[in-house]
């Protein structure tokens, strides 16, 4: 028998233990960069609902409202699921007078990309931002 006969399935043998965990690891990169940009864009909504607030406070002659905050951060951010942002503004004055402040809280649903492995996998992501009303 020839040497080349004894090593002929060696190479796919060894793909085969080895593909699982390449996978694994590229999926999992993957997935915690898709994670953390949607993070971030949580983090963003929440500040950038917060500043749209405050910019319209009582002297602007219209007062934001939970729905006008929502707009504004549909405009400004990108997420896969716009659908599950939830938003709350949350002002300590409802006439948003100069010297109050404001609290906007961003709730999102992150799904995750391997759902065909876990296909209920989710996670909250949540992030607030409070701001004083200047004018």
Do not use: C, K
Not at 118 to 128: G, Y
């Amino acid at each position: 028998m020839s040497r080349w006969r004894a090593n002929r399935g060696q190479g796919m043998v060894e793909f085969a233990l080895v593909a699982p965990l390449l996978f694994l690891m590229l999926f999992g990169v993957i997935e915690g960069g898709w994670l953390l940009f949607h993070n971030h864009q949580v983090s963003n909504a929440a500040r950038e609902g917060a500043r749209f607030a405050v910019v319209n406070g009582s002297m602007s002659g219209t007062l934001a409202d939970n729905d006008a905050v929502r707009n504004a951060i549909d405009q400004r951010v990108s997420l896969s699921n716009p659908g599950s942002l939830q938003v709350v503004l949350d002002p300590d004055d409802p006439a948003m007078q100069p010297g109050s402040t404001l609290t906007v809280e961003v709730d999102y649903t992150h799904q995750t990309l391997v759902g065909f492995v876990f296909p209920n996998a989710s996670l909250n992501l949540s992030s607030s931002s409070t701001m004083m009303v200047h004018y």
